[in-house]
């Protein structure tokens, strides 16, 4: 998911030339250069143009580091809209404005956010997932430039966060319905920490597959305790019971200064922990059959 809160770029060159400058640079190319299919040829199902709504995030994005403006709180604003863009048209989207939304999520966490990390993970998505756009060219040499200069930089310490094999250090609140809520009470379950958000783009794609795995082991002793980096109590008050996600979440209305976030050293979203029946780490960052495989796995060795 590595604090969001900082306004030190790694590098202009990183993100502004290549990850805006890629979108601002062939912004108008996706309407101009299409190319009309032969008239012999059927006529296959064009993807949908969304230009003025790519053109107008880049505008706010590109706004906000003009002006230096680039606290946790205004980015927040900007990552949301980014994400929901991506929400919006990750099935029905032209490619290349697509995958340009991506650049400007990667933009975020490697110019606004210093998570390089989180911006290398994407940006090589857009070069696997969209070849033959000009987005991906720029994510292949934004990849290219992180890894000369991570290459010339001493070996970092160890990375934030836990890993697997540790035993997840346990908490004690109160969940979003009032009742007590704690790592130490869902022990002799395979349980699933869950870092998210009803505003957070990934999250949202993947929630589908965290239902359905929850569906499927709960039964056989899977449980999920949901941290919630929303601000707002009411959106996530009406998406849980919208999307069937029937177990707990712990709320603070802080965002990314959410207290069990911060204390797990949290910088991007969605983030996981799946831990054993006894509380120690067996697998993180999950996704897909990635999860549902490791659950089969973790519920069958009782």
């Known amino acids: 998911m590595k604090s969001m809160v900082t306004k030190r770029f790694i590098s202009q060159g990183l993100g502004m030339a290549l990850c805006l400058g890629v979108v601002l640079a062939i912004g108008s190319q996706t309407v101009s250069a299409q190319t009309p299919a032969p ?11 969304f230009a003025p709504e790519l053109a107008q995030v880049t505008t706010d994005l590109k706004a906000k580091f003009d002006a230096k403006t680039t606290s946790g709180t205004d980015l927040e604003e900007n990552l949301k809209a980014i994400n929901d863009l ?3 048209h990750q099935t029905d989207g032209n490619r290349e404005q697509l995958a340009r939304l991506y650049l400007l999520d990667a933009h975020i966490y490697a110019d606004g956010l210093t998570n390089s990390a989180r911006a ?9 997932d969209f070849p033959g756009t000009m987005a991906a060219q720029g994510a292949t040499l934004s990849l290219t430039k992180l890894n000369a200069k991570e290459s010339s930089e ?14 997840f250090p346990g908490f004690s609140e109160t969940d979003v319905a009032g009742n007590p809520l704690s790592v130490q009470g869902y022990r002799g379950k395979v349980t699933m920490i869950d870092f998210w958000a009803t505003w957070c783009g990934p999250c949202k794609a993947e ?10 082991y709960r039964a056989q002793g899977f449980d999920i305790i949901g941290i919630s980096l929303d601000d707002d109590k009411a959106a996530l008050m009406n998406f849980t ?7 707990a979440q712990f709320f603070d209305g802080q965002g990314w200064k959410n207290k069990l976030a911060t204390k797990y050293g949290v910088h991007s979203i969605p983030m996981d922990y799946l831990l054993d029946r006894h509380g120690i780490i067996i697998g993180k960052e999950l ?5 549902s495989e490791a659950v089969a796995k973790a519920v069958g060795g009782m």
């Open 39 to 49: 008239a012999a040829a059927p006529k296959k199902a064009e993807k949908v143009d």
């Open 86 to 88: 991506i929400v919006k």
């Open 120 to 128: 290398r993970a994407i940006w090589v998505k857009v070069a696997r």
């Open 154 to 167: 001493p070996d970092p310490s160890i990375p934030e966060g836990l890993e697997v094999g540790q035993k």
């Open 207 to 216: 929630m589908p597959n965290v239902i359905a795995t929850y569906n499927k």
């Open 241 to 247: 019971p919208a999307h069937g996600m029937a177990w």
């Open 287 to 291: 996704r897909g059959e990635q999860l």
